[in-house]
């Protein structure tokens, strides 16, 4: 009988990890330290809960690098995307979630998967010498212990950052004689209708209170040994945007373009956006409103925002500590740990950024350690791929002395090959750049699943 590789986190990493496992015939024992033991951001037992944001992000995979990777990972048969598409909630161009409902579908498929057994337990020290091969999918949010751990054996300081939660709203109490359904530039996306965001106005003095507002709002304090710890520049708090100028956020999460207020006809000064956060539509989340003010100081400061004076909110927004391997440095090709190879590594822990990139990493991980499992060879997905591309920036593309975490980008992938001559063009620009990288990027992939067809070719 073939033994078991043994998961630690389930997570979205180490969900699609032991999906992709289990797919090859290799049993897996999935270990989830919940309920046995909670953490700050988590709030039921489910497998691969998302605690933040319910987006995926754009789902546009000819002009956005995580669309393309969205695709890849299908192609790929992913568990992830497979639960994302079944319950997805209108969002424009990106393809968000219902989380409750996502959460569920991946917990339901494992369970039901009889290679995948599920033990609830916390791993708190290095895995036994006789679980020869173990993913550490423990995400952002991996246990002290463990996490001294494994820093134990590789003689690196951990880095780490800030993460911030976003509030959500009960959709019934946003005031609709102020606010109005529209996405931005009508775009419907992946099962919207072009009106997927609700949108609350602001004129100019609005806005600059709002901003004074944040500046001077009470705000969590940290604790002596997390007065160091950066901010992940994905993620930063509202009040973090609002401190770096008084037109930053204008310009980011609450820019106005592409939005028409139905009551003026007009383009209000600046926009809060809310984006539906389950499938019934009874809950919003404000969109890039990560915060780290107290909870208080919430309640107050957004219910100044039209149209949420009566705001009844299901979450407020909140904060957490994140951790991350120098992995340029500590991990080889195969994710693995060079000081401990029975060791592979998944998700953020990776310092890989988003929900999308840490289930990345752990199909590549899953794949990589049913191909050990099995004897057979196991090839790269090719760099010109999403998956090759990020597998090859945290693996050593990226600068070990200044290794940050990182969304998937165009930036990652090589460039792609010049225009034909007799096209006219000497480079190609914007959206026929991005198209090039894409259906290259696809191309390859699957010839990378299908080596007998693509040789054929």
Known sequence: MTAPVHIIGGGLAGSEAAWQLARAGVPVVLHEMRPVRGTEAHQTEALAELVCSNSFRSDDWAGNAVGLLHEEMRRCGSLVLTAADAHKVPAGGALAVDRDHFSAAVSAALDAEPLVDIAREEIDALPPADWDSVIVATGPLTSPALSQAILGITGEDALAFFDAIAPIVYTDSVNMDVAWFQSRYDKPGPGGTGKDYINCPMDEAQYEAFIAALITGEKTEFKEWEQD?????????????????????RFGPMKPVGLTDPRTGKRAHAVVQLRQDNALGTLYNLVGFQTKLKHGAQSAIFRAIPGLENARFARLGGIHRNTFLNSPKLLDEGLRLTADPRLRFAGQITGVEG?????????????????????????????????????????????????QPMNVNFGLFPPPPAPDPESGRRKLKGRDRKRAYAERALRDLDGWLNPALAAAE
Request: aromatic share 8%.
């Open 355 to 403: 929900y999308v990139e840490s289930a990345a990493v752990g199909l590549l991980a899953g794949r990589m350690a049913a191909a050990d499992r099995l004897g057979a060879d196991f090839a790269l997905p090719p760099p010109t791929t999403a998956l090759g591309a990020l597998l090859g920036h945290i693996t050593g593309g990226a600068t070990a002395d200044t290794f």
């Open 229 to 249: 710890t950066p901010y992940f520049e994905g993620c930063l708090p509202i009040e973090v945007m609002a401190e770096r100028g008084p037109e930053t956020l």
